[in-house]
């Protein structure tokens, strides 16, 4: 007992040091954001603030399109969720549950997609907004993003999983595929949306890449952009750079924090059959 | 005992479930914490990957032979109708948006820009420039260098945090949640942090580095330092995620194994190398393709804490920064698009070389 106690407080003496590790930058970036210039470029270093001042974080909002970035990057992230949870289990649900002639074979060309490096798209892809006129425009920043071969392949697994005997019943009553989609088969798959609206989620919150390409006036920029900019061009001081980036991931821990709660809520309600 | 039990039963039911979803959602609902969410990813991605790679072309084959099987041709034209209607929009989009810019990119990267912007058709000019630019050569090998250097310490690492937390221990989904958290945030905000860090004149690392009496160093601008400065970023960020499918991969183990080698009176070491290692093989397996592909391509973290003008960009740009630069940068569309193919045919050779070495040391049981 004593020994597997010792053994114990040494495995969290281990993980607690890593923890350290881990958690320092989150720290550093709260204490900084809310220390003065002055105070964060002391030297030696001062590690808290003398007082809470919110003096970074209103010059992130003043000087800088920060909350039209939030709405850009909020409303962006949205679109390309919803038209992937549309599309992606409407295809993944024909991949998955209807035969037609040619199927197999462009499921497999869909997947290629999944297995080409995603720097071979932007360029085109760039090419192909331009075209449509769209640089510059909110659009620009999802388009691209609206339609996932990983989203369809993930929606696939889900609806081959259910049993046959459940569109059995409703063809004998007369309902067609897309009725069964709706009505029958999609209720049942809730916890492969939820992971796909989670996975999507985290992709489009953080992407830089992207973004940063595709639209370059300050007003149409994702919050991934805007720090972007806010390093390169202006010198910017520390506090405020940290209350940016702050603000910029806060979203997306408290975010995720609920969306795994619900994911397994959602396990739980339809896994009981499992 | 119950507890034991309970955990027995999950355990085989979990490793069953690793291909059938069903099932491996089933035994989730039991545990909590982040890993269902990413245990059940990585079952995914493991099928996605089998079923790329050896499945597929047999699904073809054998798709003709089942639609022959049952319903009246009026019916069978209708099934025909919904599907197409409903893989539409999807195969559409992703024909427009992925399909034909990958095409174009190898079209493009034959292209040669002259004046005033207009391409002509310039051969293998693009790839003869790759062979002997020096950028492109110092590009390549710093991103031989992260790969070399991140993959093997965050499988270790990550390895070793999944061995521990696999210990029956007091908050564990707190410790989960901690090393988790930079998979969830914004590369480019944590790479800021980093970079602020690591400041050679007010950095926190300098300071504490200080206390113990070593002397700092500008740590980005230095040549020496600044490409593992992005390492050590980057094995940052990538431990949380290797963790925590590591750590479901070894929650998968049965432990009818850990008994049987418990009565035989095995250590906690030996049963480490003997029990979890071979059993987790697939997973590090997997980890290892896809950390490897994703590590190519790293981007975020070199752009947002090197810069674009500082003295250090010839030791430390990636392949994809370098691609970047030259597409949107200098506008050398040709140029680019055969940097992206290089990277493209790169990736491929090594993820095929690993598919023919697994069979040396993946367990598959």
């Known amino acids: 007992m004593k020994a597997r106690k010792r053994k114990n407080t040494a495995v969290h003496i281990v993980l607690l040091l890593g923890v350290v590790i881990m958690v320092t930058p989150f720290v550093w970036m709260i204490l900084t954001a809310f220390k003065t210039q002055g105070e964060a470029i002391h030297v030696p270093v001062i590690i808290f603030p003398s ?25 962006s992230a949205l679109a390309t969720i919803a038209a992937q949870l549309i599309m992606c289990s409407m295809a993944g649900y024909a991949f998955g549950r209807i035969r037609f002639p040619g199927r197999d074979l462009i499921f497999v060309i869909s997947l290629s997609v999944l297995m080409i490096p995603s720097t071979l798209f932007i360029l085109p892809q760039y090419l192909i907004i331009q075209k449509m006129k769209l640089l510059n425009t909110l659009p620009a920043l999802f388009i691209p993003n609206l339609f996932s071969a990983f989203g369809t392949f993930l929606m696939r697994q889900f609806y081959m999983s259910l049993p046959k005997e459940l569109e059995e019943a409703a063809k004998l009553d007369g309902c067609n595929h897309f009725m069964i989609y709706l009505r029958i088969m999609t209720p049942l798959v809730k916890p492969g949306l939820t992971a796909l609206a989670i996975i999507t989620l985290r992709l489009a919150w953080n992407d830089l890449m992207w973004p940063m390409v595709v639209n370059t006036s300050t007003k149409k920029m994702t919050l991934s952009a805007v720090l972007a900019n806010l390093t390169g061009q202006y010198s910017t001081t520390y506090p405020t750079l940290m209350a940016g980036s702050l603000m910029a991931i806060l979203p997306m821990i408290i975010l995720f924090a609920i969306f795994q709660r619900q994911f397994i809520e959602g396990i739980a309600i339809t896994g009981t059959k499992g | 005992m119950v507890e034991t039990d309970h955990r027995a039963s999950q355990g085989l039911k979990a490793a069953a479930g690793n291909i059938l979803f069903w099932d491996s959602r089933g035994s989730e609902t039991v545990c909590c914490g982040p890993e269902e969410y990413i245990s059940f990813l990585q079952t995914i991605q493991r099928i996605c990957l089998l079923c790329i790679c050896e499945r597929s072309f047999h699904k073809i084959f054998m798709s003709k032979n089942n639609q022959v099987k049952h319903k009246t041709p009026g019916y069978q034209k209708k099934e025909w109708f919904w599907g197409y209607l409903m893989i539409a929009p999807v195969t559409i989009g992703l024909a427009v948006f992925y399909i034909y810019p990958f095409f174009l990119t190898f079209y493009n990267s034959f292209l040669k820009i002259g004046s005033f912007n207009v391409s002509s058709w310039g051969g293998l000019t693009n790839y003869q420039k790759l062979l002997t630019d020096a950028s492109m050569w110092n590009t390549l090998k710093n991103t031989v260098r992260y790969v070399v250097f991140t ?17 029956k221990i007091r908050g564990k989904a707190v410790y989960r949640v901690l090393y988790f958290l930079p998979y969830v945030t914004m590369a480019a905000a944590i790479s800021m942090v980093w970079k602020w860090m690591f400041n050679g004149d007010y950095g926190l690392i300098n300071y504490v580095l200080g206390i113990f009496g070593i002397e700092g160093r500008r740590w980005l601008t230095d040549t020496a330092t600044a490409p593992y400065a992005i390492i050590l970023v980057s094995i940052w960020s990538g431990i949380g995620y290797n963790m925590i499918i590591l750590l479901a991969g070894i929650q998968g183990i049965s432990t009818t194994y850990y008994e049987a080698a418990r009565i035989d009176g095995a250590s906690a070491v030996d049963m480490f190398f003997r029990i979890t290692l071979p059993l987790v093989t697939p997973t590090l397996f997997f980890l290892l393709v896809t950390d490897l592909i994703s590590a190519f391509q790293i981007f975020d973290t070199i752009y947002m804490m090197i810069g674009k003008n500082t003295v250090v960009l010839e030791n430390t740009q990636s392949i994809v920064m370098y691609f970047y630069r030259n597409a949107f940068e200098l506008k050398q569309k040709g140029y680019a698009s055969a940097i992206a193919m290089l990277l493209f045919v790169l990736i491929m050779i090594i993820t095929l070389i690993q598919m023919a070495l697994q069979k040396k040391w993946v367990n598959y049981d």
């Open chain 2, 151 to 167: 993959i093997p310490a965050i499988l270790f690492l990550a390895l070793l945090i999944a061995v521990l937390l696999n210990v």
């Open chain 1, 51 to 75: 007082e809470l001042r919110l003096d970074a974080f209103r010059d992130v909002f003043e000087r800088l399109p920060f909350a039209q970035a939030y709405i850009n990057t909020i409303i």
